[in-house]
């Protein structure tokens, strides 16, 4: 499924919760804070286009303060989007409102 995404899938549901699932029972909600697209790349040298999906793209997902853990596959759930299985987050930011994970898609 995440071979499939695109920065269009993620981009209509900035500000809204994703699940997160922190063991066997616990979840706790992130939200979708950003999406940015990285750029497109060229072709491969070998003369073929990329499509849409291979073009790279970001998302940062805002955890609570309280919730610090290392760079690791997460599996997330979202409401329209379903389960993201194995995705692999990376903190990059801390604030008052909470702490910043990106996984970048290429």
Avoid: C, I
Avoid at 98 to 104: P, S
């Amino acid at each position: 499924m995440l071979d499939k995404l695109t920065r269009e899938n993620f981009a209509p549901h900035l500000g809204e919760p994703f699940r997160m699932r922190l063991s066997e029972t616990e979840w706790v909600d992130v939200v979708l804070h950003d999406v940015q697209s990285l750029g497109a790349r060229p072709a491969d040298g070998w003369g073929r286009e990329h499509n849409a999906r291979t073009e790279p793209f970001s998302v940062v997902f805002r955890f609570p303060r309280e919730l610090a853990a290392p760079q690791m596959m997460f599996e997330l759930s979202h409401e329209t989007l379903g389960d993201l299985p194995g995705l692999f987050l990376v903190p990059v930011a801390m604030d008052e409102n909470g702490r910043y994970y990106e996984a970048v898609f290429n």
